[in-house]
Nanobody, 121 residues
Framework: QVQLVESGGGLVQAGDSLRLSCAASGRTFSSYSMGWFRQAPGKEREFVAGISWTGTRTNYADSVKGRFTISRDNAKNTVYLQMNSLKSEDTAVYYC??????????????WGQGTQVTVSS
């Protein structure tokens, strides 16, 4: 069992930066690929970024590539999402996810409760 708790969301202006954190419980954190998803009002949840077990491989949605960076610290059981050059269309609830697969899928094994990110233009 893995519990995920996100933090770091908030209200920012367009062009600002924000860093989300996701703290995971359990001693097997390094066995999971991790990812960030988001869901805007009236839209389906979408993949944002993923990182492999060891952190050596990352992948991003085209909409955030070059602006967002995912990273992880297995010693701290934490995954991060650094978001730069934020746009109003980045406004959403951001969810952390853990997946037993080598690469995070659209149906991960565990979800966090979400953290709201609001970008004002």
């Amino acid at each position: 069992q893995v519990q995920l708790v996100e933090s770091g969301g908030g209200l920012v202006q367009a062009g600002d930066s924000l860093r989300l954190s996701c703290a995971a419980s359990g001693r097997t954190f390094s066995s999971y690929s991790m990812g960030w998803f988001r869901q805007a009002p009236g839209k389906e949840r979408e993949f944002v970024a993923g990182i492999s077990w060891t952190g050596t491989r990352t992948n991003y949605a085209d909409s955030v590539k070059g602006r967002f960076t995912i990273s992880r610290d297995n010693a701290k059981n934490t995954v991060y999402l650094q978001m730069n050059s934020l746009k109003s269309e980045d406004t959403a609830v951001y969810y952390c996810a853990a997946d037993r697969q080598i690469r995070v899928t659209t149906a991960p094994d565990y979800w966090g409760q979400g953290t709201q990110v609001t970008v004002s233009s």
